[in-house]
């Protein structure tokens, strides 16, 4: 049994998120499932310049279909760096969902 064979056993017993399991296709036909899909791949979508100080800390969907994100800097001190990104921020996650997805973005320490 190769190593590969091994890991796709250990996957297999672990329990799974439909997302989860289903992220993979749903990405290459340009599906966006959920808020749960933005948090699975934030580096992705953020690139490496916002990703490596910053990662995803809540994300809670209004009743009008936009997103309220928190985004929790690694170090307090790259806050003051977040908040002249917002835009940029802003307008990626907007690009990734395919419309105005996000309706406040805040940072938490």
Same mark, same amino acid.
């Given at each position: #049994? /190769? *190593?590969?064979?091994?890991?796709?056993?250990?996957?297999?017993? $672990?329990?799974?998120?439909?997302?989860? %399991?289903?992220?993979?296709? #749903?990405?290459?036909?340009? @599906?966006?499932? /959920?808020?749960?899909?933005?948090? %699975?791949?934030?580096?992705?979508? #953020?690139?490496?310049?916002?990703?490596?100080? =910053? +990662?995803? =800390? =809540?994300?809670?969907? *209004?009743?009008? *279909?936009?997103?309220?994100? @928190?985004? $929790?800097?690694?170090?307090? %001190?790259?806050?003051?760096?977040?908040?002249?990104?917002?835009?940029?921020?802003? +307008?990626?996650? *907007? +690009?990734?969902?395919?419309?105005?997805?996000?309706?406040?973005?805040?940072?938490? +320490?």
């Amino acid at each position: #049994m /190769s *190593n590969q064979d091994k890991k796709i056993d250990q996957r297999l017993k $672990r329990p799974q998120t439909i997302a989860g %399991a289903l992220g993979g296709l #749903m990405q290459i036909f340009g @599906v966006r499932a /959920s808020d749960a899909d933005l948090l %699975a791949r934030w580096d992705d979508i #953020m690139g490496t310049d916002i990703a490596s100080i =910053a +990662k995803l =800390a =809540a994300i809670r969907k *209004n009743r009008d *279909n936009t997103f309220n994100v @928190v985004i $929790r800097p690694a170090v307090p %001190a790259y806050t003051l760096q977040l908040s002249y990104s917002k835009d940029e921020i802003i +307008k990626r996650i *907007n +690009k990734y969902f395919g419309y105005d997805a996000v309706g406040k973005i805040s940072f938490r +320490k």
